[in-house]
């Protein structure tokens, strides 16, 4: 019989850098599937990232990366996949029929692509003093925005009928763009939509951070 949804016997080790929105999107994940976890916070201003021994968790010296009974993963939207699958509901979060699949396909494509590129590098500028266009990045958030808060006029999640890993990947980003210099007072579809996966049992947030003077 398959034992694929046990817990583990010991707790998922997450490497990540607590102001990470894309470390946020898996705890998140990790807290609503109620799955025990400790965290690792490497020290990534002296380069902890760059050690061989992390580069052997994640290649790309990236944050998040996992350890969990023996397996190692990089990557936020492949971890958070991962984790409905070894302990979650995949039919509930990622869907079994095509075109559900598919949209959530599509909006982790867009955690991956515009999110990243547009309230991500916004924040990384403000929040991180990195060397990024900050006009550029906030001109593809407004535009990003704009997109999602149309697409929830008429929708509660971005993917499906309930809450999938759509939600989970864009959350942080979109919660904390206003850090980066990108309001969301424009939006009160893609607020109301926040206000939902903020009220989902035993949701968690990322701290505010502080924004460079
Ligand atoms: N595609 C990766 C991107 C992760 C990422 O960009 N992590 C940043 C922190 S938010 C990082 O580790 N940057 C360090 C570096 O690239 O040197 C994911 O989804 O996990």
Not at 17 to 38: D, F, I, Q, T, W
Not at 48 to 64: D, W
Not at 127 to 139: I, N, Q
């Amino acid at each position: 019989m398959s034992n694929a949804n046990a817990l583990s016997d010991v707790p998922v080790k997450l490497y990540r850098n607590p102001k990470s929105g894309h470390c946020h999107r898996v705890e998140l994940m990790l807290a609503l599937l109620e799955v025990p976890y400790e965290t690792v916070d490497l020290d990534m201003a002296n380069g902890a990232h760059r050690e061989p021994a992390y580069l052997k968790l994640s290649p790309l010296g990236q944050v998040p990366a996992i350890e969990d009974n023996g397996i190692t993963l990089s990557d936020s939207n492949a971890i958070i996949t991962y984790l409905v699958e070894r302990y979650g509901d995949p039919a509930l979060w990622i869907g079994n029929k095509p075109l559900e699949k598919a949209q959530v396909q599509r909006w982790l494509s867009i955690a991956a692509g515009e999110i990243a590129a547009g309230p991500c590098a916004a924040r990384l500028v403000t929040v991180f003093g990195a060397p990024l266009d900050h006009e550029a990045a906030k001109t593809k958030a407004y535009g990003l925005l704009t997109m999602m808060d149309a697409h929830l006029e008429d929708r509660d999640w971005l993917a499906a009928d309930r809450p999938t890993l759509a939600d989970i990947a864009g959350y942080s980003y979109i919660a904390h763009a206003p850090e980066g210099g990108v309001s969301l007072d424009p939006y009160p579809h893609v607020r109301a939509w926040l206000v939902r996966i903020e009220a989902l049992p035993r949701f968690i947030g990322m701290a505010r951070s502080p924004v460079l003077a």
